[in-house]
């Protein structure tokens, strides 16, 4: 099993900054991908952007020059830098952790809110 812990979520108003963080511990060496999604009130959950074992990221059209994902693989942490927030960034953000079969793992979540 593989678990996660977020941190970093917070209040920001627009055009600021907050970095998260995901703490992976347990079958770490099962972890291909990590990653960060996120669920606004009434929506769907969706991708923000994930980075896999060997550092290839994938980011939202949405995210893209705002967002950066980083890896620390000696640390099982993944990070997720965000700049120039946008009210529209509000939303839970949670972290995920893909195994190389495929299986998901999910951190439980950490909100973040930007005010206008």
């Known amino acids: 099993q593989v678990q996660l812990v977020e941190s970093g979520g917070g209040l920001v108003q627009a055009g600021g900054s907050l970095r998260l963080s995901c703490a992976a511990s347990?079958?770490?060496?099962?972890?291909?991908?990590m990653g960060w999604y996120r669920q606004a009130p009434g929506k769907q959950r969706e991708l923000v952007a994930t980075?896999?074992?060997?550092?290839?990221?994938n980011l939202a059209d949405s995210v893209k020059g705002r967002f950066t994902i980083s890896r620390d693989n000696a640390k099982n942490t993944v990070y997720l830098q965000m700049i120039s927030l946008k009210p529209e960034d509000t939303a839970v953000y949670y972290c995920n952790a893909r195994t190389w079969a495929g299986g998901d793992h999910w951190g439980q979540g950490t909100q973040v809110t930007v005010s206008s």
């Open positions: 347990g079958s770490t060496f099962s972890i291909n991908a």
């Open positions: 980075i896999t074992r060997l550092g290839i990221t």
